[in-house]
């Protein structure tokens, strides 16, 4: 068998060239569209299940530079720590607040459901943390970071079976919030109201202040990447002070081990509520754009670097933890996010969203959301409070508790 190792620069040629075919598909095939599936998702699985053909059959193994991967991922999550608007989520309300707590309850549960199942197969109990939060709420972006980490820890197939798990996450989530929202609708017999459907003005920005946020020239741009490669450069320091402290938990010392990001959103979030209590404007959209470029970079490179011949070993556990997942999602979607988000047609449209961030992204909840009101009518309170928490916030909070999980686990099962 030909073994070849790819360099750091033809391993983000072969990557971009494999955006491009996914986007190509994304925009081609109707499937792929209507589940939100990222273009490099698509173009990197393909190229997985190709390379998996190619080594079954004895002929070609590659292995891939990791540097641009593990670059580009900083800098993604360095742009959502810049979009941790605390004053955003204060003026939104206690709907806001609500909805967040919940989401964040959904996150702790479906780290203790899956890590319950591997220890049920004898498993290393972390192996659960990968079909839990990190591929659930986290989505491929969280896979694709964490799952090396788990790797580093001796757990083989486990950034594998991430990013499977994010996957069905994806499809999943897309085909379960439209019929849950729809059967909540016509029992109850919920409509949209007048009174319901009101226009939110919660950031308190001028209109001069929200044009130079949304700015796209040049300076926009530059003044961008400063800053995402200032905040992850000292969230290294930040990063390294964690993961050099100690803590005593049950008798047992703990060292916890956070992935390298963790630093980088802390400082971004801090510079973007210091620039929001001085009236600073940051360059909101070129953040946005260097986010999403970035994010494409990685999922690419981290799909196509994907050895899916070690997923036969965990392909048993995986699929029991996933069906779990499924069932804990209905319920909870169902018989809790409705009736605490106040059981009226808002909460049935947040309910649909839920399904959809809650085992894939932001955007499957959108498309969720979109698929109801289209039908039945606005939910404007559901259109801003599900981005500003899917979006902004609970990113935040997930890497947070995956990393005490992670940590506290093996101290409590042994």
Known sequence: MLEYTLNMYQTAGVAMLLFVLGRFLTNRVQFLKACCIPAPVVGGLIFALVHLGLYAAGVLALSFDSNVKDYFMTLFFTSVGYTACFRLLKKGGKKVFTFLFIAILMVILQDILSPIIAVAF???VRYGLAAGSIPMVGGHGTAGSYGPELENMGLVGAQVMAMAAATFGLVSGSLMGGPTARSII???????????????????????????????????????IILLMVASGLGTLITTAFNNAKIVFMGNEIKFVFPTYIGAMLIAAAIRNFCDAKRIVMPAKALDMWGNVSLSIFLAIALMSLKLWELAALALPMTVMLAAQVVLMFFFARFVVFNVMGRDYEAAVMTSAFCGFGMGATPNAMANMQAITKRYGPAPQAFFIVPLVGSLFIDFFNGIIITIFLNVLPAIFG
């Open 122 to 124: 004898k498993m290393d």
């Open 186 to 224: 016509n029992k109850y017999g919920l409509q949209s109201t007048e009174s319901e459907a009101e226009v939110m003005e919660l950031d308190g920005e001028s209109s001069a202040e929200q044009e130079k946020a949304e700015r796209m020239d040049i300076d926009s741009f530059t003044n961008a």
